[in-house]
């Protein structure tokens, strides 16, 4: 076991978390230990069933404890096929939904990831397994205070979290290998398009009170565009809150 450096960053300031651990599995409590059988079926049952096929992303999908990322009212129903409430308006996304937009970003262990919404922490939590760095923005305070806590509790050294307004994206940080999006925009933020590396993928649900997940891909001519599937989520609230599917 290595020693890593875990940073967490919250309202523009970084608090830096030291501690041991290579994964969510170090020291993992028993209970994380003793609910593995429902993460086996859950990836069983809704992922292997309807076509994921990623190695990594299923065994991410089975090492990650989502029970720990839902209140503990919903913890019985954490690896059920669907999504669960959070607190202030926000859910965590049904687990083959979180599995399919992993899948699409194609992630080979080198990237570095911006994920829009935090929520839970639990879909960062997924990226951390298979991606190199991981920096998350919520515009909620409350909820990106508690993913980090969490996140660093679970072990996971190279999460970022940060409060603010995701669509503007973490200029400082970019460019990016990847970016997911994981609420509802009608139109894809210009930032986000901008601080895609060539050759990135960024992921989003695109639409108004039903989405469309559309994959875009940059080249060194400009962007490539795929239709995936329908979904619906929650719109991405700006940081003012009176702005929603992202308008300014």
């Not at 967490?8 to 300031?13: E, P, Q, T």
Request: hydrophobic share 40%.
């Amino acid at each position: 076991m290595t020693c890593r450096r875990r940073t967490v960053a919250l309202a523009g300031f970084a608090l830096l978390l030291l501690g041991c651990g290579a994964s969510s599995q170090d020291g993992a409590p028993a209970e994380d230990q003793a609910r593995q059988a429902e993460r086996d079926r859950m990836v069983a049952d809704q992922l292997v069933a309807r076509g994921v096929t990623d190695p990594g992303v299923l065994a991410a999908m089975r090492r990650v404890p989502r029970h720990r990322f839902v209140p503990g009212s919903y913890a019985r129903f954490a690896y059920a096929d669907g999504p669960l409430p959070i607190g202030h308006g926000q859910t965590i996304s049904q687990p083959f939904i979180v599995a399919f937009m992993t899948e699409a970003l194609a992630l080979q262990g080198r990237e570095k990831v911006l994920e829009i919404g935090t929520g839970s922490g639990y879909q960062a939590a997924v990226l951390a397994e298979l991606a190199s760095r991981v920096l998350t923005v919520d515009v909620v305070e409350p909820l990106a205070k508690q993913a980090a806590g969490l996140l660093a509790e679970l072990g996971y050294a190279n999460v970022t979290v940060r409060a603010g307004d995701g669509y503007r994206g973490w200029p400082e940080e970019a460019p990016f290998d990847a970016i997911i999006v994981t609420a509802a925009t009608d139109h894809v933020p210009p930032p986000l398009l901008d601080q895609l590396a060539i050759g990135g993928r960024l992921i989003l649900p695109l639409g108004g009170s039903f989405q469309t997940l559309t994959l875009y891909r940059r080249t060194g001519d400009g962007y490539e565009r795929t239709e995936l599937v329908p979904v619906r989520f929650v719109p991405l609230l700006r940081e003012d809150r009176t702005h929603r599917n992202g308008r300014p």
